[in-house]
């Protein structure tokens, strides 16, 4: 499938074709993407139909919630796994939320994803098409409002990304150098894989590094976050810094907030405290419910009293919307239903 094969290897799947057919059907992958290959008007019906499928997956289910501005999409491989991907519309800004797994082996106790275990990692083909099938429906399908294409990309949705780093890289290269979508753009969202966020630094994209935190002492973080057992706190406040010193680039600090679990005022100046210290700033959003969990979101002022206790501290702090919650799309609610 086209997809699975690297932008500058396209025209090995076109023998016997001159050399601009490829350069052809890049432009129809990357650049303008269509969801048919009939739509690939300068190609030979020939070479179309040579193409077979165009997706390394099939479109399960399409479901849509707040009014249409967001839509969450259920991908299904060759082998089975499930793959979910979220398209949400904004005035400025659509942002899609991808997936760089099937499941996840992080283990956090709040994170659908997480409770339902991990199948196996994506490759880069099937990180890029998320962006590239919601770019071909935006074309067909535009957001009333909002723009008529892809503005921003989260690694946000199934995954720990930094533990497939070789096709997280490679999926990143590929939106950056072939799609044209800013690198500034494009957010890399961890629960704290050190060697990932290390090697991220190095990179020559600008992308914004995003730390999932949820607790600002190691007691707590590791039974939230097991993987904080190996990688505690301040290593991956050293990783940060390293990180937004060597790109120019504020890194950004999430924080899912739960009732008498990490919303106390100690939890609060101990996040300010991190905030400062890395110049950051914290999303913090409340717990959105899964199957397996029996934690509870705050009430919506204690969530606000929260987050004016971390501002109070001296931190860039901001109390982020909850979108798709209804279709099971929002943030830590992924693979909570299918797959």
Same mark, same amino acid.
């Given at each position: 499938m086209p997809y699975l094969t690297a932008p500058e290897a396209l025209g090995e799947l076109l023998p016997g074709e001159p050399s601009y057919r490829a350069d052809q059907l890049r432009r129809w992958l990357y650049?303008?993407?269509?969801?048919?290959?009939?739509?690939?008007?300068?190609?030979?019906?020939?070479?179309?139909?040579?193409?077979?499928?165009?997706?390394?997956?099939? /479109?399960?289910?399409?479901? +849509?919630?707040?009014? &249409?501005?967001?839509?969450?999409?259920? !991908?299904? =491989?060759?082998?089975?796994?499930?793959?979910?991907?979220?398209?949400?519309?904004?005035?400025?800004? /659509?942002?899609?939320?991808? +997936?760089?797994?099937? &499941?996840?082996?992080?283990?956090?106790? !709040?994170? =659908?994803?997480?409770?339902?275990?991990?199948?196996?990692?994506?490759?880069?083909?099937?990180?890029?098409?998320?962006?590239a099938y919601a770019g071909a429906h935006l074309r067909e399908h535009p957001i009333e409002g909002s723009p008529d294409r892809v503005t921003n990309v989260v690694f946000m949705g199934m995954g720990e990304p930094l533990a497939n780093y070789t096709h997280t890289r490679e999926a990143i290269r590929r939106m950056v150098e072939v799609m044209g979508i800013s690198g500034r753009s494009v957010t890399v969202s961890t629960v704290g894989f050190l060697p990932g966020m290390e090697r991220l630094a190095t990179e020559p994209w600008p992308v914004t590094l995003a730390l999932s935190l949820h607790a600002a002492d190691d007691d707590l973080r590791q039974r939230l976050v097991p993987i904080n057992r190996r990688y505690p706190i301040d290593d991956l406040i050293t990783a940060a810094a390293t990180y937004a010193e060597t790109k120019g680039r504020r890194v950004t600090l999430e924080w899912t907030l739960m009732d008498g679990v990490n919303d106390t005022p100690e939890q609060a100046r101990g996040l300010a405290a991190i905030a400062r210290e890395l110049r950051a700033h914290v999303n913090v959003i409340a717990l959105n419910p899964t199957p397996l969990s029996d934690l509870q979101r705050p009430s919506a002022r204690a969530a606000e009293a929260f987050v004016e206790r971390v501002a109070a501290a001296g931190a860039n702090v901001t109390l982020r919307d909850t979108r798709g919650r209804d279709i099971d799309a929002a943030c830590g609610q992924l693979r909570a239903r299918k797959g």
């Open positions: 650049e303008a993407p269509v969801l048919d290959p009939a739509d690939m008007t300068n190609l030979p019906a020939a070479v179309r139909e040579r193409l077979g499928g165009l997706w390394p997956f099939t /479109v399960e289910e399409q479901q +849509s919630a707040d009014g &249409g501005r967001t839509i969450k999409w259920l !991908f299904r =491989a060759p082998d089975g796994v499930a793959i979910e991907a979220v398209l949400m519309g904004y005035r400025s800004r /659509v942002t899609l939320c991808i +997936s760089s797994q099937a &499941g996840c082996a992080m283990g956090c106790t !709040f994170c =659908a994803t997480g409770q339902f275990g991990f199948d196996r990692h994506l490759d880069a083909g099937e990180i890029t098409a998320q962006v």
